[in-house]
């Protein structure tokens, strides 16, 4: 029988912190999405504001951040959805089959950035075997636009007409999506309580497709509202929508569509035969 080697308890203890350390930074991370709480409450002295509705943005001081390339901005998103996740797991979901050198010069040239608009000279820190922002940094999510409200100024509010971190395809960012996007369809349901009218009650339950174009009970009760109130364009969309899903086909301009539909539901009821 062949001899077999064990790693030193000394490996297997730092291991298993890494891995504590980086599961239970992701379960906070989900609570706070989940939930809207505040990040940690350490001395932050620094702010980042973070637009994850649309193309993400991110702020300082009102002050828009220009990133040298993409895959820099991706990696600071990252590191707020992703905290204390090890190097290598890093480079496999940013840079699949790519070499360390990506990361490393990502890193420096996310540093560099948040450090001139920050005024620190740490703003990544390492940890363990990964790396992770500073706990002087408090990262702020645009999350309060669900609570605000729906329709100011008469028009829908751009938080429930946009997708969710668009511009990005990594898979790692699924998660992350999912959350933000539970926390606008947990509204729209809660303002579609509210509504006596069928025509919000639709233009409502469109929205919750936009956001999540596999929603089958929003799909069904879509179906029905728009056949209680004889609406052929909502119905010719639906039947639009069902097809794509099926055939697996790009969804991006049928969603705009219900988006407009919707928008005319929601501040001219008696439009939605126009």
């Known amino acids: 029988m062949p001899e077999v080697t064990l790693p030193s308890p000394a490996v297997l203890s730092h291991q298993l912190d890494q891995w504590s350390e980086h599961h239970l930074s992701r379960i906070r991370k989900r609570l706070e999405l989940e939930k809207a709480l505040p990040a940690r409450n350490t001395h932050h002295e620094k702010v980042l504001e973070i637009k994850t509705i649309g193309l993400p943005e991110v702020h300082v001081n009102g002050q828009k951040l220009d990133f040298p390339y993409l895959k820099v901005q991706e990696l600071l998103l990252y590191l707020i959805f992703q905290p204390f996740s090890p190097k290598d797991q890093l480079q496999e979901n940013l840079w699949p089959g790519g070499l360390a050198h990506n990361v490393y010069t990502a890193v420096r040239q996310l540093k560099l950035l948040l450090g001139q608009h920050l005024n620190m000279d740490d703003p990544i820190v390492k940890r363990r075997c990964g790396y992770a922002l500073s706990d002087q940094i408090k990262v702020v999510?645009?999350?309060?636009?669900?609570?605000?409200?729906?329709?100011?100024?008469?028009?829908?509010?751009?938080?429930?007409?946009?997708?969710?971190?668009?511009?990005?395809?990594?898979?790692?960012?699924?998660?992350?999506?999912?959350?933000?996007?539970?926390?606008?369809?947990?509204?729209?349901?809660?303002?579609?309580?509210?509504?006596?009218?069928?025509?919000?009650?639709?233009?409502?339950?469109?929205?919750?497709?936009?956001?999540?174009?596999?929603?089958?009970?929003?799909?069904?009760?879509?179906?029905?509202?728009?056949?209680?109130?004889?609406?052929?364009?909502?119905?010719?969309?639906?039947?639009?929508?069902?097809?794509?899903l099926q055939q697996g086909t790009p969804l991006q301009a049928l969603l705009g569509k219900l988006c407009d539909v919707a928008s005319t539901l929601m501040s001219d009821p008696q439009g939605r035969s126009a």
């Open 141 to 244: 999510l645009d999350l309060e636009a669900v609570s605000g409200p729906l329709m100011p100024g008469g028009k829908l509010h751009p938080a429930f007409t946009l997708g969710v971190l668009e511009g990005f395809d990594s898979e790692w960012l699924e998660e992350p999506r999912a959350l933000l996007q539970q926390n606008l369809l947990q509204r729209l349901l809660t303002e579609q309580t509210k509504q006596s009218g069928k025509d919000k009650q639709l233009g409502l339950t469109l929205l919750m497709l936009r956001q999540d174009p596999f929603h089958a009970e929003a799909l069904h009760q879509a179906s029905a509202l728009a056949g209680q109130l004889g609406d052929q364009r909502v119905k010719d969309l639906l039947n639009m929508l069902e097809r794509a």
